[in-house]
């Protein structure tokens, strides 16, 4: 992010960038310390450049999924007695799929969140509300 934000100063471009984070950083999760941590990091990191880029035209926010079910996420989370606990807490029902995130990133960057950034756009189907 900040390679890409020093090239765009340099430029005179204006744009977004998205960093993507996790639900993660937002709940305690057991045996997750690290990862919970880094990603509150990334969370905060975020938004001090959305503070200091954002004279520059340029919008910083993350997007904060839930499990995603790429080819590793099959693979950590395929097991029924694994998963049913998590998903249980997920009122959709389901973990998102790449294009679940794919597609929020895509809003994020896009004008239609123009006036966006510093934020968190959170993509669980609802695990941080149950």
């Known amino acids: 992010s900040q390679i890409v934000a020093r090239q765009m100063i340099a430029q005179g ?22 990862y919970c941590s880094t990603k509150s990091a990334l ?9 200091e880029l954002g004279p520059h035209k340029i919008r910083v926010n993350t997007v904060n999924p839930t499990v995603v079910m790429t ?6 989370w395929s ?11 997920i009122p959709l029902g389901k973990f998102a799929e790449v294009d679940d995130v794919v597609n929020s ?16 756009l959170v993509v669980d189907g609802g695990f941080l509300v149950s």
């Open 13 to 34: 471009l204006p744009g977004a960038i998205v960093n993507v984070s996790s639900q993660a950083s937002r709940r305690a999760l057991r045996d997750h310390a690290v």
């Open 43 to 51: 969370d905060m990191l975020s938004k001090v450049m959305a503070l």
């Open 71 to 76: 080819d590793m996420g099959r693979v950590n």
């Open 79 to 89: 097991d029924p007695q694994k998963s049913a606990a998590m998903i249980s807490r």
């Open 105 to 120: 990133v895509l809003f994020v960057l896009s004008d239609r969140s123009a006036m966006t950034t510093g934020s968190s």
